[in-house]
């Protein structure tokens, strides 16, 4: 009686083992979001969404200002990283941002603050332009996402105002500007801009060629498009269009 139980029980569990076996159970794999702030080369951080002039791009409009302005030597760059802060990248600029919350977001306040000791850029560099900081804000509302898009640049579009000074303000002019600008080189104005189109320091730095100090230092640098419409604004006379 016994071994006849014994075996009903092996028979059992056996049964059992091998509907197990036969199920096929999909196991959910998590894709976190790919920070890819902090690369280099001529992408510019392309995307598959086209560009919505209703959306903040992070990838096209908000790190090369934050790099621009915050990323700097000595500052809050990949090397210096002060106050432990690398803003070169989308994880590195999310430690002072809150999703949704531009009111509760470091980022946010130390930009409009009124407090000298406290703004960023510091002083004696200028603040950033109204419409850099109501990207920021508009983007930090909009989930702070790390997204980006495609069609956003026209190679058509190569005039100074229509191209190049966009392009200059939200990539150099953080660093190239104020009362002490990097290297010398005061990039606010048409004049300041056109004396390195002249002496083909902006063409080589953007181009990354050799002998310049590649321009911008950090981030995604500019893409095809941009490098398109600088150079066809420099082979039309670089003029103040």
């Not at 016994?2 to 028979?11: A, E, F, I, P, V």
């Given at each position: 009686?016994?071994?006849?139980?014994?075996?009903?029980?092996?028979?059992?569990c056996f049964s059992v083992f091998a509907l197990l076996?036969?199920?096929k159970h999909e196991i959910p794999v998590y894709n976190p979001p790919v920070d890819n702030g902090g690369g280099s080369g001529g992408s510019g951080g392309g995307g598959t969404v086209t560009c919505s002039p209703d959306?903040?791009?992070?990838?096209?409009?908000i790190l090369p200002i934050i790099v621009s302005n915050c990323a700097k030597s000595g500052c809050h760059d990949a090397s210096s990283h002060v106050e432990g802060l690398n803003l070169t990248t989308?994880?590195?600029?999310?430690?002072i941002v809150s999703p949704g919350n531009p009111g509760n977001s470091k980022l946010y306040r130390v930009i409009v603050t009124s407090n000298n000791g406290d703004r960023m850029p510091p002083p004696p560099d200028p603040r950033m332009p109204q419409e850099q900081v109501d990207l920021i804000y508009k983007?930090?509302?909009q989930g702070a996402k790390n997204n980006a898009c495609t069609g956003g640049?026209?190679?058509?579009?190569?005039?100074?105002?229509g191209a190049v000074k966009p392009i200059i303000t939200s990539q150099c002019q953080g660093c190239h500007s104020g009362a002490a600008p990097g290297g010398g080189i005061d990039l606010s104005t048409y004049n300041g801009v056109k004396a390195v189109a002249n002496?083909?320091?902006l063409w080589g730095a953007v181009?990354?060629?050799p002998g310049y100090v590649a321009m911008p230092p950090a981030g995604n640098g500019l893409s095809d498009c941009q490098l398109t419409q600088i150079r066809k604004w420099l082979d039309n006379g670089s003029p103040n269009n």
């Open positions: 009686m016994q071994k006849k139980q014994l075996m009903r029980t092996l028979l059992v076996m036969a199920c959306t903040v791009y992070f990838q096209q409009q989308y994880s590195g600029i999310m430690r983007w930090i509302q640049c026209d190679t058509a579009v190569f005039t100074y105002s002496n083909g320091k181009h990354k060629d």
